[in-house]
Nanobody, 124 residues
């Protein structure tokens, strides 16, 4: 069982930056693939970014490519999402998720554990 907690959300203006953190309870967090997803009001949850265990391969949604960076610090059991050049359309609740499976996936149902979410609001 892994417990995940997101932090770092808040209210910012368009063009600003935020860094979200996802901290896990498990000391074996380095063996999990981790993804970030978001859900805007009235919309379905969507994939944002993911990072693999092992070599730290990353993948991003086209909508955030070049603006967001996912990284991990296994010594701190933490995965980060650095968000730059934020836009109002980035407003959502951001969730981190973890899975033990070998494949780095963008599909939410494939993830086993989820955090409670962190709200991010970007004003224009």
């Amino acid at each position: 069982q892994v417990q995940l907690v997101e932090s770092g959300g808040g209210l910012v203006q368009a063009g600003d930056s935020l860094r979200l953190s996802c901290t896990a309870s498990a000391r074996t967090f380095s063996t999990y693939n981790v993804g970030w997803f978001r859900q805007a009001p009235g919309k379905e949850r969507e994939f944002v970014a993911a990072i693999s265990r092992g070599d730290g391969t990353t993948t991003y949604a086209d909508s955030v490519k070049g603006r967001f960076t996912i990284s991990r610090d296994n010594a701190k059991n933490t995965v980060y999402l650095q968000m730059n050049s934020l836009k109002p359309e980035d407003t959502a609740v951001y969730y981190c998720a973890a899975r033990l499976g070998a494949v780095l996936t963008v599909r939410a149902p494939r993830y086993d554990y989820w955090g409670p979410g962190a709200p991010v609001t970007v004003s224009s």
